[in-house]
């Protein structure tokens, strides 16, 4: 590519995306180049008014670009119940699957220590006030099944003092369409573990 | 994600490239909305510079900034070996490999009957009329090894009247670390026809 210098610093900029090498940010540059100027004007606004706009949820911390998001305002959404989650795409992807309909605490992370994230990294002192403010019935902490997604709820499940609230860990075990003859032997042993009685 | 707008009307946009399905569109985005603010500027800056800036070389119609591409411009370069190529991309590559020093001819396509490509859509007019002009010595055909790319180099060697010039079509054959026993068919037919005497 010889138009050096715009063409460039565009691949170099779409390089920087996560996932996102310099192969695909060619093809991609190729693809803005040619596809109809509105349309570039359009990505690069939206990439603009998003990082602009979005900010976190006063009380879930969730993305928003209201000061509360649309699922804590939500009259239909049961406050009683809060699900723990690690990152907004962990959020999104429950969201998805349209099968709850409580409301979140977004925690932006996991305790980590061997990275240096404690629990005062996240958004737990945060989860902890919700808590403790006394409508909530059930915690039901949705952080990944690895270590520090592990780690970390074990650690929240802790700072729960009240008798009175159920906390609960997503289930572990062989995903929908999963072959039992290519799990591993640690989501077999969750699996088995967490068997529930059939009605 | 739920601060619905401004993250999906980005997410629309990244699905709008090549490539990029919902889950990788979410994914980008959810990086933009995280990195540091002057990173998404510039993402979005250098998507409307390029944008507006590139167009096409005077002469070969690779991609410049200027009237004529780095390429047509270099005094270093062959101006007697013309390499024809189907896209910029193609070109790209080439560049690359760092094994040609001759310049380009970018057609912009292939003809393509089905697709209702005829040569009058491609640069074949403006590649005639270079070659016309006499100082081209040698046509490296380096369409794509496809019915498409073939019929475009059959269809450009018929055009070049002048028994002086010399018409070559880049070799096909087994690519490097290639495995003879997994190759196709036309691949191997390919190969034996194009066989060289070992010096």
Same mark, same amino acid.
């Given at each position: ?35 109809? %100027? ?16 979005? $900010? ?66 996240? $958004? ?8 403790? %403010? ?31 609230? $159920?906390?609960? $860990? ?30």
């Amino acid at each position: 590519m010889h138009s050096k210098d715009s063409i460039k610093k565009l691949v170099g900029s779409l390089c920087e995306l996560p996932g996102i090498g310099e192969k695909t940010a060619t093809r991609l540059a190729l693809y803005i180049i040619n596809c109809p %100027q509105e349309n570039a004007r359009q990505l690069a606004q939206s990439i603009i008014e998003a990082r602009e706009k979005v $900010r976190l949820c006063r009380q879930c911390f969730n993305y928003t670009e209201t000061d509360l998001c649309v699922i804590c305002k939500d009259p239909h959404r049961d406050a009683r119940i809060l699900c723990v989650v690690e990152t907004p795409a962990d959020l999104m992807s429950i969201e998805k699957s349209n099968s709850f309909k409580g409301t979140y605490h977004v925690l932006h992370g996991a305790i980590a220590p061997l990275d240096g994230i404690g629990p005062d990294q996240l $958004r737990i002192k945060e989860l902890i006030q919700r808590i403790n %403010q006394g409508s909530v019935k059930e915690v039901i902490l949705a952080t990944n099944p690895t270590m520090n997604g592990n780690a970390t709820a074990i650690y929240i499940s802790d700072q729960v003092t009240s008798a009175e609230i $159920r906390i609960t $860990r997503i289930a572990q075990g062989i995903p929908a369409g999963g072959d039992i003859g290519y799990v591993d032997q640690m989501t077999l042993k969750n699996a088995l573990e967490g068997r529930r009685t059939m009605s």
